[in-house]
């Protein structure tokens, strides 16, 4: 396997395993949270160095994951003094504990350099030269701890759903049938940190907030289920992972940067062309509504004189745009929709109401306006 493709793999990891506690962070709005989890972690990983002495030790990962378990604890605590609002409390926590780290990493650890692309923009191109040999093949040490994360968060994911769901969308009602929505939630944090840590060796913090919030944020403009809501989010976050690796090749960019902006383009076509919620969707929508109602208008026009003295003069098609104050052009198009909808017909050079016509002009009483 080249190279390229090998780093789309493990970005294709990655992923996967982010779009899942990601479609929760986004559905319970806190998709920020993710971000302050991933700049919090060097601040664990430093701390956890000092006691361990052992640039290798796994205790790094769980003092990076506690970190950022650290960091929601102290973005509640803040919220709930009242003072300040949830997104000024993620604000302030995770700049002071990002800072925090560099500090320390740089007054205690001289002898070690910090990258500053690797730790703000990531290098997924360097995920792969750490490699394990298993049964004959040597597979990178990356791709086997993400791959582990992503069976982790899935058989979580299956254990948990109905918890999940039920706390996410009505957790007065999972706290009254007896499960404790604060433990799952900071179950939930619990796995976002533990996610976040595998992911920001491989690919920098600025690819894992993407990967935690962008899929899930374009996969919830395409539907409403729950369930297919996870998996369009995790195809959304893998062909990103694709596309973008391929393209950094062609172009010779950054990988992570060049994946970044696969996601924000996908998210962009999702927002603008999305059926039911796109920005074309609801533009199409309004003209819809906007010619219903100016039908629904004439109906009530006519139904108002239907029967009266001024009847033929109030009905008759040459005439109606000066009773609406309409253009000749726009009320010729209101007749000629509302006769094909069968709302009213042609009485010679009058219009008359059909049942359905007279139906809905009951139903919605007297309206004025101008069409566009």
Request: charged share 15%.
């Amino acid at each position: 396997m080249s190279s390229t493709a090998l780093t789309a793999v493990i970005l294709s990891l990655v992923a996967a395993a982010c779009a899942l506690p990601g479609v929760f962070l986004l559905l319970r709005r806190m998709s920020l949270v993710s971000d302050a989890v991933g700049h919090v972690l060097l601040f664990g990983i430093v701390l956890t160095y000092f006691v361990v002495r052992d640039v290798d030790s796994p205790w790094l990962f769980a003092g990076a994951a506690a970190a950022g378990l650290a960091s929601v604890a102290l973005v509640e605590l803040l919220q709930k003094t009242r003072l300040v609002k949830e997104d000024a409390a993620i604000g302030l926590v995770f700049p002071a504990l990002f800072a925090g780290g560099v500090l320390l990493a740089s007054v205690y650890l001289r002898n070690t350099h910090l990258d500053a692309d690797a730790v703000l923009l990531g290098h997924p191109d360097l995920a792969t030269g750490d490699e394990r040999q298993i049964g004959g093949v040597f597979v990178p040490a990356a791709g086997l701890r993400l791959a582990g994360v992503l069976a982790l968060n899935l058989a979580l994911l299956l254990l948990f759903f109905k918890e999940l769901k039920l706390t996410t969308f009505d957790p007065a009602l999972a706290a009254a049938l007896g499960f404790r929505p604060g433990r799952v939630h900071y179950g939930l944090m619990a796995v976002v940190s533990v996610t976040a840590v595998a992911a920001f060796d491989a690919v920098g913090p600025v690819l894992v907030v993407g990967f935690f919030v962008v899929p899930a944020a374009a996969a919830y403009l395409l539907t409403d289920r729950l369930g297919v809501l996870l998996v369009v989010a995790g195809v959304i976050g893998v062909g990103a992972a694709w596309a973008g690796t391929y393209l950094a090749a062609v172009v010779d960019a950054n990988t992570a940067g060049a994946v970044a902006a696969v996601l924000g383009a996908m998210f962009a076509a999702v927002f603008v062309f999305a059926p039911g919620r796109g920005l074309v969707a609801q533009a199409a929508r309004r003209w819809r509504q906007r010619r219903d109602f100016f039908e629904t208008m004439l109906t009530v026009h006519l139904l108002h004189h239907e029967g009266t003295a001024t009847e033929a003069d109030e009905s008759a098609a040459a005439g109606l745009h000066t009773h609406f104050h309409w253009t000749p052009r726009d009320t010729a198009a209101v007749v000629r929709r509302a006769v094909r909808h069968g709302l009213v017909e042609r009485a010679g050079e009058g219009l008359k109401l059909t049942a359905t016509g007279r139906e809905r002009a009951r139903d919605v009483g007297p309206a004025s306006g101008r069409p566009a």
